[in-house]
């Protein structure tokens, strides 16, 4: 079974720049979800896809954060403008169902905003 | 004051030791309990869950609960230079699997 799969890996952008993540879940997995991990401290739910439809997105910052899921599918996550404090890893990941599910996470993707 | 509570380490144990490592949480709604672990450069991945109080054991992996004290525990037996990793708490509250992940503690196995 193919993972999760993640591009950029890398992505390094000054402040004010915008910078987009894409995400393939595992095929059949019906909920997406993105998580960001900042160095030293756990991930932490930006948003949750069941479907199409976005199930939580309570923590995102929607003034400069958006994120997507075409056909239910793949997903991206746009940040713009970024700031300094968004540097960070981004993770996507999917699961069969909600509830006591298991999540299978991507590599993630690396940001540097400078 | 966190939901999830985790030491960040690191805990550097030499090979065959026990690594013992733990989290406390506040919120007693939380149903089921997971520990992840996170390679370097690598997403978390799953290692065990359970969702009652008591022990849960996988080959060299034990997980316990303890509901009434909020407390979860991972202890890992005859440590390997592979343990070396991060491992993360994580738990769920909600129908809709939210996860509310620890810090994660940084574990260091010598040779």
């Known amino acids: 079974e193919a993972g999760v799969a993640q591009s950029p890996r890398y992505k390094i952008i000054e402040k004010r720049q915008s910078v987009a993540f894409w995400c393939n879940p595992i095929s059949g997995h019906a909920t997406l979800y993105w998580y960001q991990q900042i160095l030293g401290q756990g991930p932490k739910l930006l948003i949750q896809f069941q479907n199409n439809g976005v199930v939580d997105d309570s923590q995102l910052p929607k003034d400069r954060f958006s994120a997507e899921r075409l056909k239910g599918v793949d997903s991206t996550l746009k940040i713009q403008p970024a700031k300094l404090e968004d540097s960070a890893v981004y993770l996507c990941?999917?699961?069969?169902?909600?509830?006591?599910?298991?999540?299978?996470f991507g590599a993630g993707s690396r940001l540097t905003v400078l | 004051q966190k939901e999830v509570e985790q030491d960040p380490g690191p805990l550097s144990v030499p090979e065959g030791a026990i690594v013992s490592l733990n989290c406390t949480y506040s919120?007693?709604?939380?149903?089921?309990f997971m520990w992840y672990r996170q390679y370097s450069r690598k997403g978390p991945e799953l290692l065990m869950y359970t969702y009652s109080s008591g022990n849960k054991e996988d080959g060299r992996f034990t997980a316990q609960v303890d509901k009434s004290s909020k407390y979860i525990s991972l202890f890992i037996r005859d440590s390997q230079p592979s343990d070396s990793a991060t491992y993360l708490c994580a738990l769920v509250t909600d129908s809709w699997g939210k996860l509310q992940f620890g810090a994660g503690t940084q574990v260091v196995v010598t040779p």
């Open positions: 919120n007693s709604a939380f149903q089921y």
């Open positions: 990941a999917s699961s069969l169902v909600s509830g006591a599910n298991v999540l299978t």
